[in-house]
C-alpha cells in the first residue's frame, strides 16, 4: 500500500533515538573514500538545462553549509568547486568520525553538530546551503515551517539553497501515515532506520513553490525516478534564491 489516508497519529520515536540510529549507522561503515552523488554533480558541477544556469563564477571562495553530510560523500566535490565548506551532522559521534576522515584526506572542511531546526551559526553566514536528502527530516514537534525559517536565516540574501524532497511514491514513504501539518509518518523503512520520523514529501511539481515560500523563489527543479532493484527511490530537487 503506498500512501494511506490512516488516521493521524502522532510520532512515538524520540528525536534521541533517531540520532542514535544515525551514529550507529555511520559507526559501522569504513572510513574510506566516498563519492558524490549524481543529481549534486550534475546540479552544481553541471548545471547548464534548459531549467537551469547556474553561475559557477561565484563558486570560488564562497561560503557553503552541507546541512546533514552525512558519511561526507559530497565534500569532495565541494571542494573541487572552490567552495569554502562547512558541514553539520547530528551528533557528536558521527561529527568525530567525520573529523578523522577529513584529517585522513586532507579536506579544509569545518565541522559542527547541528540539525535543520536549529544550526550553530551567525544571521546570513552562508552564500550556499546543500542539502541532500536532509532539510525535509522532521521529529517531535518540529514543523516544516520551522525548518524553512531556520534553514533561510543562516542563508544571505540572494544565496541559493541546492535541496532535495521526496515524493511519496519514494519506498521509505510505503505505509507513511500522513500528519495534519502535510508531513508523513515513517512506518516501513526498508533499511529500519527512519521509522518514527516524518518526511515533508511532496506530490506533484506545482507543490515545490508553496513548499519553499515566502523565504525562498524556486528557480529550478527536476525529478528523478530510480528502481534500484526494486527499490524505488525518487525525488524532486531543487534550486532556490534566499529572498
Ligand atoms: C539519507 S542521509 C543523507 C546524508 C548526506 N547528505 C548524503 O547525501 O549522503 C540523511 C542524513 O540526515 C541526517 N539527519 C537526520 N535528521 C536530521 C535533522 N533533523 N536535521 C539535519 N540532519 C538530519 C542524518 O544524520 C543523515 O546523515
Known amino acids: 500500500m503506498l500512501i494511506s489516508s490512516l488516521p493521524i497519529v502522532r510520532d512515538t520515536l524520540s528525536p534521541l533515538k533517531q540520532s542514535s540510529n544515525w551514529a550507529d549507522f555511520y559507526s559501522r561503515k569504513r572510513l574510506g573514500a566516498r563519492y558524490p552523488t549524481e543529481w549534486v554533480i550534475r546540479t552544481l558541477a553541471g548545471g547548464n538545462y534548459p531549467g537551469l544556469k547556474m553561475d559557477k563564477n561565484r563558486y570560488a571562495g564562497a561560503r557553503i553549509l552541507d546541512m546533514g553530510c552525512g558519511d561526507g560523500r559530497n565534500l569532495p566535490l565541494l571542494l573541487d568547486l572552490g567552495f569554502e565548506v562547512h558541514a553539520t551532522e547530528i551528533t557528536s559521534d558521527i561529527v568525530t568520525s567525520l573529523h578523522a576522515m577529513a584529517d585522513k584526506y586532507d579536506w579544509p572542511v569545518n565541522f559542527k553538530v547541528g540539525m535543520n531546526a536549529s544550526l550553530p551559526y551567525p544571521d546570513q553566514y552562508f552564500d550556499y546551503m546543500l542539502c541532500c536528502a536532509s532539510c525535509y527530516y522532521l521529529e517531535g514537534t518540529m514543523t516544516w515551517a520551522g525548518v524553512r525559517k531556520e534553514l533561510a536565516r543562516v542563508i544571505k540574501p540572494g544565496g541559493l539553497i541546492?535541496?532535495?524532497?521526496?515524493d511519496d511514491q519514494t519506498a521509505i514513504l510505503n505505509e507513511s501515515i500522513r500528519q495534519a501539518d502535510g508531513s508523513q509518518l515513517i512506518t516501513n523503512d526498508p533499511f529500519n532506520l527512519r521509522n518514527g520520523t516524518r518526511f515533508m514529501a511532496v506530490t506533484e511539481k506545482t507543490d515545490l513553490e508553496p513548499l519553499l515560500t515566502p523565504e525562498f523563489?524556486?528557480?529550478?527543479?527536476?525529478?528523478?525516478?530510480?528502481?534500484?532493484?526494486?527499490?524505488?527511490?525518487?525525488?524532486?530537487m531543487t534550486v532556490s534564491e534566499r529572498l
Not at 217 to 231: A, P
Open 162 to 166: 541546492i535541496a532535495n524532497f521526496p
Open 217 to 236: 523563489r524556486l528557480i529550478g527543479s527536476g525529478h528523478q525516478v530510480d528502481d534500484f532493484y526494486g527499490l524505488r527511490v525518487s525525488v524532486f
